[in-house]
């Protein structure tokens, strides 16, 4: 298997780069979230979603990104996956 264009770090910046300008440093609370379990004692290593709370000047955003399509949540860590 060819290596990947991109690492997913490079993924995640370019795609912040495309959506409404604001600070990737002004996101707080990054976690992996699995909408199929709502377990809050448990750290998810097989959660399909990440998500951010990130802070602007006039409000609380929420950010998702799914990590299906090219990327995995591998053991608690995002790689590159390909299918």
């Known amino acids: 298997m060819a290596e990947p264009p991109e690492s997913p770090v490079g993924h995640v910046m370019q795609r912040s780069e495309q959506t409404k ?3 990737i ?3 707080v ?3 992996f979230f699995d909408p199929r379990v709502i377990n809050y004692g448990r ?3 097989t959660s399909p979603y990440l998500v951010a709370r ?3 000047p006039d409000a609380d955003v ?5 990590l299906f399509a090219c990327f995995a949540n591998t ?4 790689t590159y996956a390909r299918k």
Request: glycine share 4%; proline share 4%; net charge positive.
């Open 43 to 45: 750290y998810k290593k």
């Open 29 to 31: 609370d990054v976690r």
């Open 21 to 23: 300008r604001r600070s």
């Open 54 to 56: 990130c802070l602007t």
């Open 75 to 78: 053991d608690g860590a995002i």
């Open 62 to 66: 929420c950010s998702w990104m799914p």
């Open 25 to 27: 440093k002004s996101c």
